[in-house]
């Protein structure tokens, strides 16, 4: 190709700079052979039941992490659930190092109901979900896991309580007459949710069987209505739009078994359970503190120990002079905060690599600023004949909110 512009003291028709001669790409394209055409006309071959596709009126979220066995499987069994139905199913995928993402999009290169997003740099089920949803045109949407486990037989039904009118969220409950959890796994998965229910249905509006319930069905304009009020954090959306939705959902539950995992690993962990309790936590202080500021003044009060810690081994033990382990104290509880923030407050944001190591030095700096800021209104309240207390908890408060403020637009900034 040549370049668009000639280079200054050129010409056209001039002999310097000599343009570099690609003939591949000067070339016109080669002539087509009639059987070249007839090959181009005949793959990829269009899903047969997706050729004379309506627009959608069911979209299937999915999503998706590290599920790539799965991916073909679910699309077959969606394929045979939802006849009669113009459905497409729409898997968001985090950047998955199993190439799940390469796989849907491998099916969707000759199947146009099946549609991938591909997020960078992000995780998060709930946050996924919220993208996927609001990336649909269709009149309802569906939420059910990639791994096989809900069982997509029940989408029908779902879709026919919406349609009749009688419910605007269709929920596939493990926990009523005809459903069946025991796919859930060992005994203390079985337990955490039963406590996790408990916990939940006693801060819900409406009455639900199964509020952990990943599974579900609504109609898009009333999921884009709630949508500026979730939270997007952990595992469990449904909760989330529960929680947010105003009086006058209409709940049906949809008997669902939930089938063992059969390829692939369960995602949830400690850090997940966190999330939970750090969801239930926001909605009940109304949204009003932004849960990571909770998170992140409680990973410091954490740091303060740390640093209490060490401070008190290196003189104790030690017998290190107070500024060295003053300053070996704060470096190490700097590096512990750091580190939990990254794995907690920040888990959707996660840097790793290279940007970890920017992160944390910048992080130091950041804080490194935040105490001595604090530290100095905390002297000048002091000298003013502020009580100790007050002026101590005045310059920790500022130092918080400045890290906290600081650190999240040059440490994590959203990508
Ligand atoms: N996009 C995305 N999907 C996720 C993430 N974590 C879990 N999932 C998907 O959410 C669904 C439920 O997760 P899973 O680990 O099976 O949870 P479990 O069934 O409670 O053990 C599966 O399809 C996972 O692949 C995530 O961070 N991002
Ligand atoms: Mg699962």
């Given at each position: ?13 001039g002999?310097?700079?000599p ?13 087509a ?44 069994k ?14 968001v ?42 990336a ?41 007459a005809?459903?069946?959890a ?9 337990a955490l ?25 609504l ?5 884009e ?14 909760l989330?739009?529960v ?10 539950e ?11 690993k369960?995602?949830l ?26 998170a992140?003044?409680?990973v410091g009060?954490?740091?303060v ?27 190490l ?36 600023l ?24 005045t310059?920790?408060?500022i130092?918080?909110?400045w ?13």
């Amino acid at each position: 190709m040549r370049p668009e512009k000639t280079p200054p003291g050129s010409s056209q028709l001039g002999t310097s700079p000599p343009v570099p001669h690609h003939p591949e790409l000067d070339a016109p394209p080669p002539a087509a052979s009639p059987a070249m055409i007839m090959s181009a006309l005949a793959a990829p071959p269009i899903h047969p039941s997706a050729q004379a596709a309506a627009p959608p009126e069911l979209t299937v979220v999915v999503p998706c992490y590290n599920e790539r066995p799965n991916i073909a499987p679910l699309i077959a069994k969606l394929d045979a659930a939802l006849t009669g139905i113009a459905w497409e199913v729409l898997f968001v995928d985090d950047d998955s190092p199993d190439g799940t993402a390469a796989e849907a999009r491998r099916i969707a290169a000759h199947d146009p109901r099946v549609r991938c997003i591909r997020r960078i740099g992000r995780r998060g089920l709930a946050s996924a979900v919220i993208e996927g949803a609001l990336a649909s045109s269709a009149q309802y949407l569906a939420v059910m896991d990639g791994d096989l486990q809900h069982d997509e037989t029940r989408l029908p039904a779902m879709l026919a309580a919406l349609r009749g009118g009688d419910c605007n969220l269709a929920v596939a409950s493990r926990h009523v007459a005809g459903g069946d959890a025991a796919g859930l796994g060992p005994r203390w998965r079985h337990a955490l949710s039963d406590g996790g229910i408990h916990v939940a249905q006693r801060l819900l509006p409406v009455r639900l069987s199964d509020p952990l319930s990943g599974f579900f069905m609504l109609p898009r304009e009333l999921f884009e209505r709630l949508a500026p009020s979730l939270t997007g954090q952990g595992f469990k959306i449904l909760l989330d739009i529960v929680l947010s939705a105003p009086a006058g959902l209409r709940v049906t539950e949809i008997p669902s078994r939930f089938r063992e995992r059969a390829a692939g690993k369960s995602k949830l962990d400690v850090l997940v359970l966190a999330q939970f309790a750090g969801l239930l936590l926001d909605k009940l202080l109304g949204g009003v503190v932004p849960l990571r500021f909770i998170a992140f003044a409680a990973v410091g009060a954490l740091g303060v120990l740390v640093n209490l810690a060490v401070l008190t081994v290196a003189l104790k033990l030690g017998q290190v002079p107070f500024a060295s382990a003053e300053t070996a104290a704060t470096v190490l509880a700097m590096v512990f905060n750091f580190v939990l923030n990254n794995e907690i407050t920040y888990r959707d944001q996660r840097l790793r690599h290279t940007p970890l190591w920017r992160g944390l030095v910048l992080f130091m700096l950041v804080c490194g600023l935040g105490a001595a800021a604090g530290i100095g209104i905390a002297r000048a309240l002091y000298s003013e004949h502020t009580a100790w207390s007050l002026a101590g908890a005045t310059g920790a408060v500022i130092a918080v909110v400045w890290n906290y403020a600081v650190s999240a637009t040059l440490v994590w900034r959203a990508r």
